[in-house]
């Protein structure tokens, strides 16, 4: 059974920084399309950073320089740096991890960052 457990979230000033893990079970992280996610209230879900199947790293415009993934191949985990916030960056943030036959989703954590 696959399961994504994020965590890290929390309420941040403008400026100030997180960092949010996706511990995984179930499914490889490091043999694996991974990315993190986020949906801000009234808009849709949109991709913030990604893990390619070669290992190589996308960024979403909005949050490059800022935001850094990361991944931990021992403890199955996964990471997304988040630096110089902004009130915008205000979001539910998901993990997903494309296994064979579908994608898989955490349950989401949520940044609120205001002053």
């Known amino acids: 059974q696959v399961q994504l457990v994020e965590s890290g979230g929390g309420l941040v000033q403008p400026g100030g920084s997180l960092r949010l893990s996706c511990a995984a079970s179930?499914?490889?992280?490091?043999?694996?399309?991974m990315g993190w996610y986020r949906q801000a209230p009234g808009k849709q879900r949109e991709l913030v950073a990604t893990?390619?199947?070669?290992?190589?790293?996308n960024y979403a415009d909005s949050v490059k320089g800022r935001f850094t993934i990361s991944r931990d191949n021992a403890k199955n985990t996964a990471y997304l740096q988040m630096n110089s916030l902004k009130p915008e960056d205000t979001a539910v943030y998901y993990c997903?991890?494309?296994?064979?036959?579908?994608?898989?989703w955490g349950q989401g954590t949520q940044v609120t960052v205001s002053s």
């Open positions: 893990f390619t199947s070669e290992g190589s790293t």
């Open positions: 179930g499914i490889s992280i490091s043999r694996n399309v």
């Open positions: 997903k991890v494309n296994g064979v036959f579908r994608g898989y």
